[in-house]
Each structure stands twice: as C-alpha cells, then as structure tokens.
C-alpha cells in the first residue's frame, strides 16, 4: 500500500484531486475502546477523488457483520463516502456509509466574510465552523461573495437556488450587511423579512447573525461605524438586525457585539493577525478573515448558538468552545 492520503473535512467526490486532513474510520457508536484505522489509498494515490479504493488494515474478526462504521476526518468530522469491504477478509462484501435520512442540515447564507474560500489567505467563518460539531448536522454554506440582501433574495444562483433545498428541521443562519452599502433601512428591514419568511415557508428554522465587524479602529481606540458596519447612509444594519429578530420572535447570534468584544479586547496591532496583513499575507484587508480568524469568529458563532440554546447546540463539541 501507498502511504496515507490527506483528506479535507470536505470530501467532493468528483473532479477534486487533493485533500487536507487524514481520514479515520471507526465504528459508528465510538467508545474509547473501538478500535480505529487510518486510511491508505490502494495502488498509489489517484489523480481524482470520483469513485476511489481505500484499504482498511482491520484484522479478521475485529468487526462483528452487526458492528456499523463511520468514516470521520482526524478532526472528528463526519465524511459523507460510501465504502465498499471487498476480498475475502472482511466480510460482507459491501456496506454503505451515509449520512442520516434526518440528520440536521444548517444552511449559511451569507456573504465573503462566511464563504468558502478555496485559496489562501482569504477564510470565511462558516468555512471554519463544522469543525465545531460533533457527527449529526452538515453545514452547507451558501455564502456569496459581494452578496447583499437584495442581490441575495434575486439572484437565481443565491437564494432561489437555495431556497427549495430547505426543509423541515434544517437550520439558516442568515448573515448579510456587509454589501448592503446603499440600502436604506426600510429596505434592509424588508430584505431580511422575506428570507426569513423564506425559510420559515420551507419548514426551516431562521436564525439571524450580525455581521463581523470590520477592523477599522478610531483614535479613542475603539472602532468606528464604518467599523461596526454602519453603511453609507447612516444605517446601522446590526441594529436594525437586532430589531427585526424582536418583531419576528426568532433567534439572534450577535457576532458583531462578539466580535466588537474580542477585537477591541486584544487592541488595534494585536487584532489584526484576525484579519488579512501585508506582512503575513500580503494585503492589508481590514474585513475578510485570516484562518486564524476565521476559527475564532466561528468559535464565537459557536458560543452563541450555545447560549442560544438552539436545537443545534446539542450537537455542539464542548472542547472546542471559547467560553
């Protein structure tokens, strides 16, 4: 056999040729005691991921036919493969490894300071935030890039894509503000009310997300509206976000109060590695996220939907919250 193959948390199955982290299979109901293999790519690592062969060094009898098995990342993140055992150990021939008929789905809509990046430095929050739950729910991140709230709501590849993938149980975070530079609050507040009623229209359960906050300090020390995402014409979209959470009586994580808190906390210079700088990446990019930031700013939506007490934090993984 070839060494071990790295694998993302993100698996795509067709047309990816590399991945990121190291892949471990394990049975399903994991105890300290269940035994654990690392996977390696049979007959050298393929040029694509599509339709591949791993082998499982499990020893003869180690397995029970009634034993099921969960294929995770190293991080503990559920791989969505199938996997077929094949050859005369072990047996049966085949077992199918997928994802729970009703397992929880959480959608993220939202723009590029919660994307998936796939080329550094740039990172979304959302990006980082599977790595905070335990196997259940999927995060599908549907974060756009330049996305405002009514370019959200119109575009076909955004919200109407999105929309009819929704169903009951599953979970939006909806965090737009940033690209809302010229909407008027009338106009926000009507925005935000029809993705909500989107979503609730589908079965799902909305969940607002203020914005993070942009790392433009003042002379005080603190930062400043464009900082804490007043747009252009004096609008202060995390207010009005707070206020139409109220009149909808439906949950808020505020990430711009979270994250106001953590960057101002640390101070102008030693915040920054939260954000993009010329010396470590080559831009200075006072609102997208370093990876570094992105896994903060995730812990932080984290701790919200914890506090929050959501039907998701009971799938949260307690070590890696920042309380």
């Not at 471990?24 to 062969?53: F, I, K, S, Y």
């Not at 995770?72 to 199938?82: F, M, R, W």
Request: hydrophobic share 45%; charged share 20%; proline share 10%.
């Amino acid at each position: 056999m070839s060494p071990q193959f790295p694998l993302t948390r993100r698996v795509f199955l067709g047309g990816v040729s590399a991945l990121a982290a190291t892949a471990v299979a394990r049975p399903a109901a994991t105890r300290a005691a269940d035994p654990e293999v690392r996977l390696h790519w049979l007959d050298g690592g393929p040029a694509a991921a599509a339709d591949c062969t791993f082998g499982v060094p499990w020893p003869r009898g180690t397995l029970s036919r009634n034993v099921p098995l969960a294929l995770h990342t190293a991080d503990g993140v559920p791989v969505p493969l199938q996997v077929r055992l094949t050859g005369p150990v072990p047996r049966p021939a085949w077992l199918a490894v997928t994802p729970r008929p009703r397992a929880p789905r959480i959608f993220v809509l939202s723009d590029s300071t919660a994307a998936d990046w796939a080329n550094p430095p740039k990172n979304g929050w959302a990006q980082a935030l599977p790595a905070f739950f335990r196997a259940g729910p999927s995060v599908r991140n549907y974060a756009q890039s330049g996305a405002g709230t009514a370019g959200y709501l119109t575009d076909p590849r955004y919200f109407p894509r999105v929309r009819p993938m929704i169903r009951p149980g599953d979970t939006a975070l909806i965090q737009l503000a940033h690209n809302d530079k010229q909407t008027t609050e009338a106009g926000y507040r009507a925005n935000l009310a029809l993705l909500v009623d989107g979503v609730r229209q589908q079965g799902g359960a909305a969940v607002l997300v203020t914005p993070p906050v942009r790392h433009r300090f003042g002379a005080d020390g603190k930062l400043t509206p464009l900082g804490l995402v007043v747009n252009n014409l004096g609008v202060d979209l995390p207010a009005v976000m707070r206020d139409v959470a109220r009149g909808e009586g439906i949950p808020l994580l505020d990430l711009t109060a979270r994250s106001q808190a953590l960057v101002e906390g640390l101070g102008e210079a030693a915040s920054w590695p939260l954000y993009l700088t010329l010396a470590h990446d080559g831009v200075d990019d006072a609102t997208h996220l370093s990876r570094y930031g992105a896994e903060r700013y995730a812990a932080l939506v984290a701790d919200a939907v914890a506090e929050a007490r959501l039907p998701l934090a009971r799938f949260l993984r307690p070590g890696r919250l920042r309380r």
